[in-house]
């Protein structure tokens, strides 16, 4: 009996056993298929697939107008499956001589035990058509895609590049990678146990999502007006830190073109010195921070005449200079003081003991409070990488000396793109607008805009009144004062000049800042020249004729007609423009100055020196007229027409001089202050000139 129930026991002892088994069991199996079963699929999967990757085609960038900035062509992707190598050496050695690579690295590359390798990337279609035909065993191609920048140089430092892996590296393709580079794609392909590829299955192919596309506020047709108008300015000055130049719309705060030059080629940007590659790449429009020096006469003026410290007719005296602090603070023409003066007459002639005494009216919180409005100190959030926020000192450390300084452009830091952002905001009603580079964000297959981009107004900074106000006394600046090489005649051009000394004696920042017409502001213009080491270096000389260039240019093809005043029309009947004095000067030398005039040349004579030239010095002709040049070797009978050289640097001075075959002799150190024989006297060639130089404290030009 006793053991009966014994053996009983042991069976559903056995059976809870079982059971308990047979439930772990079946909970590991749910486990395995439920819970784990995608995991366990995708590596059955890769044991017997292969995929290969199928790159997406980067989204295409556009200008406004629907011109290809930069474009994904199609290209090949050439790939290896080591197993199924037969014969590695020999193969290497086609693909060595095909791909350009080196021989015993592919045959590395072909031995390896790896599923796949990659061999090259971005190869030409032609190669990829002829290793189609070989047929190579183990051999992979697929597709890929190589980004193109069909201007070449043309805005390289606002489109930027890409790297190997098709990636942005710098500028638009940089900070808006995420929506160009797209979605990859692959092939999977069947292999048997060894990584072989079985033929006999079908082929799975996931299509990529190519990248969305880009449509920027620039104008292609203005940026080429820009480098153009930079690259004849960088030959002419030759500057030793580059040349900037920024075109925005005012009303809209959108960027109509940006150029740096030098610059490089987007196709190729790692060639060349590789020791110089992040300062070819540096935008200086937005990374490169400068004593704007008397452009920001505009932000004192603006300040001043709306907080209401100061209204156009008051008058001021200029004596050169003006006493701060203990401190002799000069005007940059102290050696011709300006005398009594209005505030508008203080602007046209900028003269800094104006801009000094308006500043003291007001006081430093108050002018602060207008460069705080106008986006100083602070990143204006432009869609590039890299941008620099200026340096502004803190109000607390602001004495009578710097509030002095500051209200004329020194002790204060900017970027160009800052100035020319404030500058718009002046001629545009009184707007700090946002920056704007891109217009919108598209879908290629479906059309669809992903993102849209508006004008933005970050704050009102100045009053309506003001700003007609200031546009009129800009304006007047070009038409009367320090601007004058900025004047485009039926175009009402409003623009403020500026030149700063560096902290080393000699090296100047020569820039402009203008806007037109005046009345009715369709575009603002800066140009920066950095260190420029040719003839001259004050702003209204050299910056002043390139934003001229510029607006002209985009001004015409925008469609902007031209308004003449009947002085302007008469002048049209004469020509528009004056002719230089060509005489006494070297035969090459009067060539080049020729077609610096806008004007074309004829030489008759046989000799070294122009004798005498027709039309005469003075006279008006239109763009392009001929003149001709008498070249004689009878240097002695040549008469030169002295000219006037107050207020240039002796370089300057010598220069004019040298071209015109005189001598010179000289006392003092500086700029000129007086010369014999003066002005306007007709002397021979070889003539003694006699220059008197005096230093000047603080070179700071208008």
């Known amino acids: 009996m006793k053991v009966g129930i014994l053996a009983k026991r042991r069976l559903v002892l056995m059976l809870l056993i079982v059971v308990l088994i047979t439930s772990a069991l079946s909970v590991r199996l749910g486990y395995i298929q439920m819970i784990k079963g995608p995991t366990y699929t995708k590596m059955a999967k890769d044991q017997w697939t292969l995929d ?120 638009v393709e940089l900070i808006y990678d995420k929506y160009l580079k797209g979605i990859p794609g692959y092939i999977s392909l069947p292999i048997d146990a060894l990584g072989r590829k079985i033929d006999d299955q079908l082929t799975q192919y996931n299509k990529p999502k190519d990248g969305f596309s880009i449509v920027l506020t620039i104008d292609e047709n203005i940026q080429k007006f820009t480098e153009k108008a930079l690259e004849d300015a960088y030959t002419v000055n030759k500057p030793a830190k580059g040349i900037t130049a920024i075109v925005m719309e005012p009303n809209t705060g959108e960027i109509l073109a940006l150029a740096n030059k030098p610059d490089y080629d987007p196709n190729n940007p790692f060639e060349g010195d590789q020791n110089s590659l992040f300062k070819k790449w540096r935008d200086k429009a937005i990374s490169d921070t400068y004593e704007p020096g008397s452009v920001f006469k505009t932000i004192t003026a603006a300040a001043a005449l709306d907080s209401g410290y100061v209204k156009p007719d008051d008058r001021f005296y200029d004596r050169g200079f003006v006493t701060v602090a203990g401190h002799q603070i000069k005007c940059w023409a102290w050696y011709a003081p300006h005398g009594s003066e209005t505030f508008v007459e203080g602007v046209q002639n900028s003269c800094n003991v104006v801009f000094v005494e308006t500043a003291q009216k007001m006081g430093s919180p108050v002018f602060y409070k207008y460069i705080n409005a106008f986006g100083f100190g602070k990143p204006t959030n432009i869609s590039l990488p890299g941008e620099a926020t200026g340096i502004v000192t803190p109000l607390s450390k602001v004495g009578p000396v710097e509030l002095a300084t500051i209200s004329f ?56 009144e003001t700003s007609r106000e200031m546009r009129e006394i800009l304006e007047s600046v070009v038409s009367k004062g320090t601007g004058k090489k900025s004047y485009i005649p039926g175009y009402r051009v409003a623009g403020k000049t500026g030149t700063t000394e ?114 005469k010095p003075g006279a008006y002709a239109k763009e392009g007229s001929t003149i001709f040049l008498y070249a004689s070797k009878d240097i002695d009978s040549i008469v030169i027409t002295i000219p006037d050289l107050i207020g240039k640097t002796l370089r300057e001075a010598l220069s004019e001089l040298n071209s015109h075959g005189l001598k010179v002799s000289i006392s003092g150190d500086g700029i000129v202050v007086a010369q014999d024989p003066p002005a306007g006297v007709q002397v021979k060639r070889g003539t003694i000139v006699h220059l008197t130089l005096k230093q000047q404290q603080q070179p700071i030009g208008p």
């Open 52 to 171: 290969v990757m199928v790159a997406p085609k980067r989204g295409t960038i556009y200008d406004r107008n629907g011109n290809e900035l930069a474009v994904s062509v199609t290209a090949g992707k050439v790939s290896a499956i080591p197993r199924e190598i037969r014969d590695p050496h020999g193969t290497a050695q086609v693909l060595s001589k095909l791909l350009e690579l080196k021989e015993d690295e592919v045959y590395k590359k072909l031995t390896q035990n790896v599923q796949e390798v990659l061999l090259k990337r971005r190869v030409s279609e032609d190669i990829v058509k002829k290793l189609r035909e070989l047929k190579l065993p183990g051999i992979e191609i697929s597709n890929d895609t190589k980004r193109y920048y069909p201007e070449g140089r043309l805005l390289s430092h606002v489109l930027g590049f890409t790297g190997a892996d098709n990636q942005g590296l710098d500028g």
């Open 502 to 615: 560096k902290y080393v004696p000699g090296k100047y920042v020569a820039s402009f800042a203008g806007f037109a017409p005046a009345d009715d502001p369709k575009i603002a213009v800066i140009v920066m020249i950095d260190e420029p080491t040719g003839e001259g270096h004050m702003g209204g000389a050299i910056a002043a004729p390139v934003v001229k260039s510029i607006i002209e240019d985009s001004l015409k093809y925008l469609g902007v007609k031209p308004r003449y005043t009947p002085e302007e029309s008469k002048e049209l009947v004469r020509g528009d423009i004056v002719i230089p004095d060509f005489t006494g000067m070297k035969v090459e030398d009067a060539k080049v100055k020729v077609i610096e005039s806008k004007l074309t040349y004829k030489v008759d004579g046989i000799g070294d020196v122009v004798l005498d030239q027709s039309p």
């Open 409 to 464: 452009g020194q002790g204060i830091s900017v970027t160009p793109l800052q100035m020319i952002d404030a500058l718009s905001a002046i001629a545009n009603g009184g707007n700090l607008m946002q920056p704007m580079l891109v217009k919108y964000i598209k879908d290629p297959d479906s059309g669809k805009i992903i993102k849209e981009f508006k004008p933005n107004v970050v704050r009102r900074v100045i009053s309506s």
